[in-house]
């Protein structure tokens, strides 16, 4: 099992608890330093050995956004904060999470999860074994679609439908936004409605369509979504309530 080296940055003790107790519960992690020094923390990360960082952005004397930007790149990160206008702004430093406070830990196990399929992805393959033949077995139907290819300005660009959190229809336009990026492309919603697998994506409004399990919270007919609120149509209300329905416990 790969197991993730991580730190956890906040000027907050109690939050530092908190992650350190929810670490502890998750095989594939490791504790290696806890700090309320964002510039010890920030000479951790920059001498490598650090796999994954849990940063607050509010702290002293350097932003968790600062830290992002001159740590340029080295380790994971999920950002903890209890302050959602940041979101947007971590789209662009392609922060591998971002969670609220306070962080329950089903979102939490959610988030390293994430992390940890991604390093073992990246793991190098293994060296190959001598082949031995084995019995034929029975043709295998096609793979589940886990990505599509859009049309950009100047290239044809891959997106994983996991890294999907909402898209956001502007007339002739579509705006598909992920954690990293925001993604234009020259289609229409009806379109991309119609492409995308039911039951992971549900269109909400005429103008957004969501990825479901990318919901945080539903509050009368608005749903937040990596701190972006996305307004329930009335023409959607039904079908969107149906899907939920069927995943309330």
Do not use: C, W
């Given at each position: 099992m790969i197991k993730l080296k991580c730190i956890a940055v906040d000027d907050e003790p109690l939050a530092?608890?908190?992650?350190?107790?929810?670490v502890s519960k998750v095989p594939f992690l490791e504790l290696v330093k806890?700090?309320?020094?964002?510039?010890?923390?920030?000479?951790?990360?920059?001498?490598?050995?650090?796999?994954?960082?849990?940063?607050?952005?509010?702290?002293?004397?350097?932003?968790?956004?600062q830290f992002l930007k001159i740590a340029n790149g080295k380790a994971s990160y999920i950002l903890t904060t209890?302050?959602?206008?940041?979101?947007?702004?971590?789209?662009?430093?392609?922060?591998?999470?971002?969670?609220l406070k306070p962080i329950a830990f089903d979102r939490f196990?959610?988030?390293?999860?994430?992390?940890?399929?991604?390093?073992?992805?990246?793991?190098?393959?293994p060296v190959p074994q001598p082949f031995v033949a084995a019995a034929p077995s029975p043709v295998a139907s096609n793979p589940i679609q886990?990505?599509?290819?859009?049309?950009?300005?100047?290239?044809?660009?891959?997106?994983q439908l996991d890294d999907i959190l909402y898209i956001e229809g502007l007339k002739d336009y579509i705006s598909i936004y992920t954690r990293a990026e925001r993604i234009i492309t020259l289609q229409n919603m009806k379109k991309m409605d119609e492409t995308l697998p039911k039951g992971q994506f549900v269109?909400?409004?005429?103008?957004?369509?969501?990825?479901?399990d990318k919901i945080e919270s539903i509050e009368r007919s608005?749903?937040?979504?990596?701190?972006?609120?996305?307004?329930?149509?009335?023409?959607?209300?039904?079908?969107?309530?149906?899907?939920?329905?069927n995943k309330n416990i």
């Open positions: 530092l608890d908190i992650i350190e107790d929810y806890r700090t309320e020094n964002a510039i010890e923390a920030l000479q951790l990360v920059q001498a490598g050995g650090i796999d994954l960082v849990f940063l607050d952005i509010q702290m002293p004397e350097l932003t968790g956004i209890a302050y959602s206008q940041y979101a947007l702004e971590s789209y662009d430093l392609n922060v591998s999470d971002y969670l196990y959610k988030a390293v999860e994430k992390v940890h399929n991604q390093m073992k992805i990246a793991e190098p393959a886990d990505f599509i290819f859009v049309k950009t300005e100047h290239k044809i660009q891959k997106i269109r909400v409004h005429k103008s957004y369509i969501i990825s479901l608005r749903i937040s979504i990596f701190g972006k609120i996305i307004p329930i149509g009335d023409t959607y209300r039904d079908e969107f309530f149906k899907h939920i329905d």
